[in-house]
């Protein structure tokens, strides 16, 4: 097997694509994100509820799409449940930065979601990556309700 | 036009012929499978592009120098070497413009604005690529007209039965797709065309998947406009044509104001040349004009029933082969195809599939094609898709089998 096709889809990831965690409706929740990728039709469905500190008490999510964007979501979903909303920013930073630039070691904080570092060698796959991100990002930012994000803005 | 049996072309020979076939890609032999998206370039037409920057670049039509005569006569020996491959009854009846896209969109602002009114319809299928969807989707908010869609049946054929239904009075322009680009489907353009006529519709063909890949003449056809790309037939990027009826044209005004497409200029107001140079203001792409007549001789030196022959039977070949791999779905028509097969496995999803391939040298185009409202109707995001040229081979599909097989193994 190709190294880059190894590091790209780490066990871990296919996983997590096949038996993505934290996957399905989530009644409760504050927040419904739909999440789309116009270019190569992911789409996710993220529900959020907060705690009364405003972090996030649960996370959950629906949808389709390459591996990628399903691990994403799914090893998101985990890294941030539990977490307030400046430390969920703080990680979406370091994500970002782990999945597009080459040169940075992964931070130890992001854990799990370092399996996610071979995509910085696949520049057409990062919008797969942070599709999940963008979402929860939305999600802060509109507070409550429903709301959508693409990751090609009209 | 002679015909030419597949039997008797060296098609790995022509192989040769084409530098970019020698490439590697993460160290593997490129195989090629995006020809659909756009074809690779013979030496005939790389050849063409310099000697032409060599030997006779000069803005056309304006100069009255040596170098200025030799691109103008090249530029119009050009537009008669189109006319002639489409059967065009003349020169004057092909516009150059940048491709298909630039082509139907000519037609939906010159045409479409003068003649469709509120009320109107625009009839298209539901298999159309977004370059033949989109511009009519303005034109219809523009003058408050309505669109109409023929079906696409489950094996990827339109529902010609709903033809009657659809096809009235009302329908002022049918414009639809020759070679579906995500179905392989090849649809009856000359019997649409006929219907269209009978009810006094104006067609448009987008002839993008077909004009490189099979026999065509737009009199046998009957349409009123023909719109396609060079880049997909061996020609440059960045040139295209737009083939209508003479009097169609003549009727039309301009869309594209400036220099090249007047007769007189006055502060106030300019009188217009008549087609085609009406409708290609600015200096044109003179080299590419010239590259897609050096593709087009290309071309016709294989004989395009032959390539149609080769590249039918390798899509045919491929689909039959994919059947093979458990949990794959094929697109399109069983029988008769164009050069492409689209198809999605259960255990990978498009892009996925597609970055494995890539790492072995192997280019296919995942993801929905412009064609998303298709891709809807078949219940899909998106699908992989392998288009071939005259260039692939048998053997190039049997290794993409066994490479699909290695992803649908590693991704299950």
């Known amino acids: ?154 | 036009v002679h015909k030419i049996a597949a039997s008797t072309v060296d098609w790995n020979g022509l192989r040769d012929d084409f530098p970019i076939l020698r490439e590697q890609a993460h160290g593997y032999p490129l195989i090629y499978f995006d020809s659909a998206a756009t074809s690779q370039k013979p030496r005939a037409v790389l050849e063409a592009l310099r000697y032409f920057y060599e030997h006779e670049n000069a803005n056309v039509h304006r100069g009255l120098h040596t170098l200025s005569s030799r691109a103008t006569e090249a530029y119009e020996k050009a537009r008669q070497r189109v006319a002639e491959y489409i059967g065009a009854a003349t020169a004057d009846e092909i516009i150059f413009t940048r491709g298909t896209t630039e082509s139907i969109n000519l037609v939906a602002q010159a045409w479409g604005g003068k003649f469709i009114r509120e009320g109107d319809v625009i009839l298209l299928t539901e298999m159309e690529h977004h370059s033949n969807l989109v511009p009519w989707q303005l034109l219809a908010d523009r003058t408050g007209a309505r669109l109409r869609f023929v079906p696409v049946l489950d094996d990827g054929a339109l529902d010609l039965e709903q033809i009657p239904v659809l096809l009235t009075p009302e329908v002022k322009l049918f414009a639809f797709t020759h070679i579906s680009n995500s179905l392989g489907t090849i649809n009856p353009v000359a019997a649409l065309c006929a219907k269209a006529r009978a009810v006094g519709a104006i067609t448009l063909v987008d002839a993008a998947q077909s004009a490189g890949h099979l026999p065509m003449d737009v009199r046998e056809v009957g349409c009123d406009f023909l719109a396609f790309s060079g880049h997909k037939m061996c020609g440059p990027t960045g040139i295209g044509v737009l083939y209508g009826r003479r009097e169609i044209l003549d009727s039309m005004p301009p869309w594209h104001g400036g220099g090249e497409m007047i007769v007189s200029v006055a502060l106030e107001k300019s009188a217009f040349k008549k087609a085609p140079h009406r409708f290609e203001a600015g200096t044109p792409n003179i080299a590419g004009a010239i590259g897609l007549a050096t593709a087009i001789d290309y071309i016709e030196g294989i004989g395009r029933a032959a390539i149609f022959e080769h590249d039918s039977q390798l899509a045919r070949y491929a689909a039959g082969r994919l059947n093979e791999i458990p949990g794959t779905r094929v697109f399109g028509p069983a029988e008769e195809r164009g050069a492409l097969v689209g198809f999605v496995t259960g255990a990978a999803h498009p892009h996925d599939l597609t970055t494995f391939a890539d790492q072995y040298g192997l280019a296919l185009r995942g993801g929905h094609h412009c064609n998303q409202p298709l891709m809807r109707r078949f219940g899909v995001s998106g699908t992989t898709r392998a288009s071939f040229y005259f260039y692939n081979t048998k053997e190039e599909i049997d290794r993409m089998i066994e490479i699909l097989r290695d992803a649908v193994r590693f991704f299950s």
Not at chain 1, 27 to 50: Q, R, S, T, W
């Open chain 1, 1 to 154: 097997m190709i190294p880059e096709i190894e590091e790209l889809y780490q066990e871990v990831i296919l996983d997590h694509s096949r038996r993505p965690r934290n996957f399905g409706e989530l009644p409760e929740a504050a927040v419904l994100v739909h999440g789309d990728n116009p270019a190569c039709g992911d789409e996710i469905y993220l529900a959020v509820k907060f705690d009364r500190d405003g972090g996030l008490e649960d996370i959950k999510f629906t949808g389709h799409g390459c591996a990628i964007s399903q691990a994403s979501a799914s090893l998101m979903t985990m890294k941030l449940k539990g977490k307030s909303r400046g430390e969920a920013m703080d990680m979406l930073r370091a994500f970002h930065d782990l999945v597009t630039n080459g040169t940075s070691e992964a931070p130890k904080t992001l854990g799990d979601l370092r399996v996610m570092k071979g995509v910085r060698n696949f520049p057409q796959r990062v919008k797969c990556a942070m599709l999940a991100w963008r979402a929860v990002e939305q999600a802060f930012e509109v507070g409550a309700g429903e709301a959508t994000v693409s990751t090609e803005p009209a």
